[in-house]
């Protein structure tokens, strides 16, 4: 009887490493997608500041000749 729990424990043991080894990876591949996203989100306001600087620029030297 004792024999048979301590394999027990030693199974649910095994379990949990698995586990977090997968709520680890989990962790990485949404802090990735985060980080790409957020990149993406920079680039992207970056991106559009300039272009709204340079119409606004163009329009400026427009309508000054």
Same mark, same amino acid.
């Given at each position: 009887?004792? &024999?048979?729990?301590?394999?027990?424990?030693?199974?649910?043991?095994?379990?949990?490493?698995?586990?977090?080894?997968?709520?680890? #990876? &989990?962790?990485? #591949?949404?802090?990735?997608?985060?980080?790409?996203?957020?990149?993406?989100?920079?680039?992207?306001?970056?991106?559009?500041?300039?272009?709204?600087?340079?119409?606004?620029?163009?329009? &400026?030297?427009?309508?000054?000749?």
């Amino acid at each position: 009887m004792g &024999k048979l729990y301590g394999y027990r424990v030693m199974d649910v043991g095994q379990h949990e490493g698995a586990n977090q080894a997968d709520r680890w #990876r &989990k962790r990485m #591949r949404q802090g990735r997608r985060w980080r790409l996203s957020r990149n993406f989100v920079t680039w992207l306001l970056i991106l559009g500041m300039i272009a709204i600087s340079s119409t606004l620029i163009a329009l &400026k030297a427009h309508w000054r000749f």
